[in-house]
């Protein structure tokens, strides 16, 4: 491939827009091969970009997290309630399982949320 500013053998290509960069190319200092400052500007911003919703989906799994616990306490306090002002075994159950299962589904997105962090 041939650089198109400096007719001469490029070195590599621009990881943002895939122009070809060779060796007499300003190159903005950074990991990645960039053309020009545009470029390598626009990379860090798309990366800034990736960043902040990598993090929002970890904030998202936390919430997700605490709702479950939140079913879990209402769930446990149905059951609780039941037993002692309905007198029905089956509901008593049917809200301790139910908050059994949400627990366990709010300790799941928990360790999904400390494996994204
Ligand atoms: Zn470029
Ligand atoms: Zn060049």
């Known amino acids: 491939m041939i650089c198109p500013t400096h007719n001469s053998e490029a070195v590599g290509i621009c990881s943002y827009c ?35 919703i990598l993090q929002k989906s970890v904030q998202n799994t936390r919430a997700s997290a605490f709702y479950y616990f939140l079913c879990a306490a209402g769930c446990a306090a149905g059951a ?10 089956f509901l008593t159950w049917f809200m301790g399982g139910c908050s ?6 709010g300790f799941w997105y928990l360790r999904i949320a400390r494996k994204q962090s």
């Open 100 to 105: 059994v299962l949400f627990a366990i589904a």
């Open 18 to 52: 895939g122009r070809a960069v060779c060796a007499q190319c300003p190159k903005p200092s950074g990991p990645r091969l960039v053309c020009s400052d545009t470029c390598a500007a626009a990379l860090a911003q798309a990366d800034k970009a990736m960043e902040t």
């Open 80 to 89: 609780v309630g039941a037993n002692f002002y309905f007198h029905v075994p």
